[in-house]
């Protein structure tokens, strides 16, 4: 949150009552809301959060307790999850390498120009090799569906060769296969009524509650 003035200086300078009015007066002009939203992690169960808004900017994250699933529930990933959005050291806009490779120099480029540029080596590209010669890869395991999907039809078009771009979900999902067929797992809600859960290797009370 940030101050109305300088925590270390004004203070010190200011009459307790100037700076207590300032601050009050502060709190007045504050915009808060709160917001629903869902995790962007693929564990995958899209839990429920709410989001306290203040000025435009995420102050808290907290469990939704009108999730059907999670009642509540928000991981210790999540609860600071606000501190990594805004992080210093996230890279917010597209850079261009200034030095040879592996030398680590960049330089901020506009968005139009690193589309222009991307789109041109692509065309050229599958021009003179064909669309099966990109071979796309975009994953993370904070994305979310949305991000994390929305490239597919360009690749699509493109006629790009494909692949699992996770080792963790693929591989889980052909064991379950492997195992227990074609079929798709119970419900979650079902384990309330079940009169034995192993859990093995997961912690389903404090990080895993979504039984993956």
């Known amino acids: 949150m940030d101050f109305p003035f300088d925590t270390d200086t ?3 300078l200011r009459h307790p009552c100037e700076s207590y009015s300032n601050w009050l007066r502060h709190l007045r002009n504050m915009t808060i809301e709160y917001k629903k939203t869902i995790c962007p992690l693929d564990c995958p169960d899209s839990c429920g959060m709410i989001a306290t808004v203040t000025d435009g900017r995420v102050a808290r994250l907290a469990g939704d307790k009108d999730h059907p ?3 509540g529930f928000i991981c210790r990933k999540m609860q600071g999850y606000h501190d990594r959005l805004y ?3 996230r890279v917010l806009f597209p850079q261009l390498r200034a ?6 120099r960049f330089r901020r480029i506009g968005w139009d120009e690193a589309l222009d ?4 080596r692509l065309r050229e590209i599958a021009a003179r090799f064909g669309g099966e010669s990109i071979l ?3 994953y993370a395991g904070n994305m979310g569906a949305v991000s994390r999907n929305a490239g597919f039809p360009l690749f699509h078009k493109l006629g790009s060769s494909q692949l699992d771009q996770t080792i963790c979900s693929a591989t ?3 064991g379950w296969s492997r195992q227990c067929g074609e079929i798709p797992g119970c419900p979650p809600e079902n384990a309330a009524e079940a009169e034995l859960i192993v859990a093995w290797g997961v912690n389903i009370r404090v990080t895993n509650v979504h039984f993956w």
């Open 10 to 12: 004004d203070t010190d």
């Open 69 to 71: 699933y999670t009642n």
């Open 87 to 89: 992080g210093t050291d």
């Open 99 to 104: 030095g040879k490779k592996g030398e680590g």
């Open 117 to 120: 540029m991307l789109a041109e």
């Open 136 to 138: 796309p890869y975009c």
């Open 172 to 174: 889980a999902g052909a």
